[in-house]
């Protein structure tokens, strides 16, 4: 269950500034995995900001990655120490590093002057992240290595008899890797109803729409054929994503389809997707910049764009 009451005005803002804070970034480093913090900002801000019931952050600054005393430190550092009735989060998309970052900050759980370092040669805040980056313990990626790991955290929980849940976010995209499928086969098939996916089905991946690339739906009936329990919900509606994330736990798997886009609240990106990586040219300034200017002002169509 949620360790915070709903309070969607208060969410959406932190989606609202998670997308602020990203396209500000990619505008002054000239480019950035813009689309990725499009569709998933209402995902993490609801993930981080009371969804999960998290443990206090271990530590709050970031760090260089050649300082000897943070050496053996893990991005989980930020999620707290692991607990029984606690939950544990893994985030398997190492390119939304960005908007992790942004929702930790928002989320208290990162220092803003963090953000100073990000994609820093020696720092721990890389744009595609590593096990040291701050949100991710283990190395990620869409050969969906974190999924397994993942599942094999949640499995260890349920032999412990753990009533916290082991929460993984990964992408449409990544599905197209088979390792995915057969974890997911083998944590239905060992009862893992602590396991809960987080798919943000933006339908795009690195070469182009995913549609186009290796069509995945119907997502919802591939999963429960694998054993699932799954929810579809829009990926933009943070009441629906609470409610998604507090439903009770069965006797398997449960995968949240979050429908999102990748051009959301950013209209320049509409000219833009489907786009992995976002460079930032002569063309393409003017928009982006006046879409950061529609984020900063905060009016409704910015929610809507």
Known sequence: MPCARLDVAKLSRAAAAIRRRCLAFTLVSGGSYLAQACSSAEILATLYLGALDLGEPERRDAWRTDDPGARV?????????PAPGLDRLFVSCCHYALPVYAALIEAGRLDESA???VAEDGWNLDLVASEQSPGYECVSGSLGQTISVAAGVAHARSLRGEQGRTVCLLTDGELD???DWECIQAAAHLGL????????VNGQQA?????????LEPLDERLRAFG????RVDGHDVAALWEALAAPAGDRPRAILCATRPDRGVPAMRDL??????????GSRPSL?????LLEEGGPDALRA
């Open 73 to 81: 430190t893990t991005g989980a550092a930020y999620h707290g120490a």
């Open 115 to 117: 953000w100073e370092h």
């Open 177 to 179: 890797e088979g390792q």
């Open 193 to 200: 109803g602590g396991l809960v996916l987080v798919i943000d």
């Open 207 to 215: 070469e182009g729409w995913t549609d186009d690339v290796v069509a």
């Open 228 to 231: 699932c329990d799954v929810v």
């Open 273 to 282: 997707v489907p786009v992995h990586f976002v460079h930032v040219d002569d």
């Open 289 to 293: 910049e006046a879409s950061l200017a």
